[in-house]
């Protein structure tokens, strides 16, 4: 069956072969196809067990829910490979040569062990489902009007090159994908699409008896999983062709390429995970009723600092504070200032299909702020909200120009997730300031409670997402309306264990400016 999903995204579900037909096919295949990529670890085998009707309910369940996981990060995917929106910091490290032949993939510079060679492009992103007694079946994410074609001949279909997507806890997409030994996460490349610099994987050949000696591997970018780089497993040199292995690496040697990568390039790393974060923010479970008709008893909520100096209570139930001169005029203007040139384009939900995507209309921007950075501003915050550094999460600077909005969300979730650095937690506290003075638009709407602010410099609001039993409290919806002037604001949220995830970890943000703010 097919179904269109959004305007551009066309998903299909296609039920496979039986495993000896399944077996042949791959046979068949594997004479047409490429072998220019690929992990060249298997993944492991799958042993059927028998299940009961209520396990299959619950299977069911988790299978919609990774295909609204996919269909969010296949939809960041296609806007990061846009090389108007990004162009990675390794685009010139090699090019395509075209011979008589075929072609070849060959370095423009020289490129040292561990340093990224060019990115695997991803022109569909897919999940296998491994179905207990039954037939697996596929799920697929594409660009129809750019590929369709080219998915739904059948005669294409062996062009179609596969790359499975292994996913450790350190990923944020693993928390979102359900069951890992049920389901697979597999990318794929069609190589007749025009070559896009910084994204040729899979354009390359693999190591045989005529080139027999390899110099790269590709491997999960470290927090950015489904994006999947070629890394150099050896010095290469200007000039050289990049021949993939197909031989895997010891669990000792993969884990330092990946260390290697992830210090090389950490500030890179720290944009694409941002966008990978935003997909998997976008499908986490949510209410469908944002209504407060109904809602059952909640609370206690997080305790505040109540003696904190200018802290007043809003409203109440749901209590929301606010506090006059939170920050000052100086420190208001430094933020601004110091994180103006590393704004980033932000993604939002679409309600109607749960996608994370870039929209021009509705897109803000914004940057992350390493805490060493602006240490009297953390002080301010764990003083108030009565916690920890470690409990708060990355702080933001948001930037909306005219006609920008963040639409009708909850901070919240119920239950225990990892995300953002946290494993097993909860959000408890949103925090934010207004970093300038807004005359016209821009205020954040509370419409369950028929709440408005319009911000003003300085002033930080604080409202509880869920309660301290870990129960959202939908009634916190709230929006930011269409910016008229321009708004600053600085934004983060308190959860109610430390951030642990060392990918998470403050000292790999990269630095704003070398001026911080005491």
């Known amino acids: 069956t097919i179904a269109l999903l959004s305007s551009n995204i066309l998903l299909t579900t296609q039920a496979l072969a039986t495993p000896s037909a399944r077996r042949k096919a791959a046979r068949k295949s594997s ?15 799958y042993q059927p067990t028998i299940i009961n009707p209520a396990a299959e309910q619950y299977d069911a369940a988790q299978d919609e829910a990774a295909k609204r996981a996919v269909s969010s990060l296949f939809s960041v995917c296609a806007h990061i490979q846009d090389p108007k929106l990004y162009m990675p910091k390794w685009a010139d490290a090699c090019r395509v040569q075209r011979q008589q032949q075929g072609g070849a993939v060959m370095a423009n510079r020289n ?113 950015a999983a489904p994006l999947c780089a070629v890394v150099a497993t050896k010095d290469v040199s200007e000039g050289e062709e ?52 109904g809602q059952q008893l909640l609370g206690p909520f997080h305790q505040l600092n109540q003696q904190y100096p200018g802290l007043k209570r809003i409203h109440q139930d749901p209590d929301i504070y606010s506090i006059d001169n939170f920050l000052i005029d100086d420190e208001c203007d430094r933020l601004i200032a110091k994180s103006k040139p590393h704004l980033v384009p932000c993604l939002v939900k679409n309600d109607k299909t749960g996608i994370a995507e870039q929209d021009p209309v509705r897109t803000s921007t914004n940057t992350n702020v390493p805490q060493c950075e ?77 709440l408005a602010i319009q911000p003003k410099k300085g002033t930080a609001v604080i409202h509880f997402p869920a309660d301290v039993e870990l129960r959202e409290d939908t009634r916190t919806l709230h929006q930011g309306s269409p910016a008229v002037d321009e708004k600053w604001l600085l934004t983060t949220w308190v959860w109610n264990r430390p951030r642990s995830d060392e990918m998470y970890a403050e000292s790999r943000l990269p630095s704003l400016s070398s001026t911080d703010i005491i």
Request: some cysteine; hydrophobic content about 35%.
């Open 31 to 45: 004479k047409k196809s490429s072998s220019g990529g690929g992990f060249a670890k298997k993944p492991a085998k």
């Open 111 to 223: 490129v040292a062990r561990g340093q990224v060679l060019t990115l695997f492009p991803i022109h569909a992103l897919g999940l296998r489902m491994l179905r207990q007694g039954k037939d697996d079946t596929e799920f697929v994410a594409y660009d129809q009007d750019a590929d369709g074609e080219l998915f739904t001949s059948d005669e294409k279909a062996g062009l179609r090159l596969k790359l499975n997507i292994p996913l450790d806890k350190s990923q944020p997409a693993y928390s979102i994908l359900g069951n890992a030994k049920r389901h697979v996460l597999f990318s794929m490349f069609l190589p007749e699409k025009e070559a896009v610099p910084g994204w040729l994987g899979g354009r390359m050949r693999a190591a045989s008896n005529q080139y027999a000696e390899s110099n790269c591997i590709t491997v999960p970018l470290p927090g």
């Open 242 to 293: 990049i021949v993939q292995t197909t031989q895997p690496l010891k669990p000792n040697e993969m884990d330092k390429l990946k260390e290697a990568v992830a210090r090389e390039y950490r500030s890179e790393l720290a944009t694409l995970q941002m966008y990978i974060e935003a997909a998997c923010e976008a499908v986490q479970p949510q209410s469908d009723n944002y209504s407060s008709a």
């Open 374 to 450: 602006v240490p009297s501003i953390v002080e301010k915050m764990t003083n108030v909200a009565n916690c920890n550094p470690d409990q708060l999460e990355i702080l933001q600077v948001l930037n909306y120009k005219e006609g920008q909005e963040f639409i009708p969300h909850t901070d919240g979730f119920s239950g225990k997730f990892d995300a953002c650095g946290f494993e097993q937690a909860s959000r408890q506290a949103t925090i934010f300031c207004y970093l300038n003075d807004v005359a016209e638009g821009g205020s954040t709407n509370f419409p369950e409670i028929g």
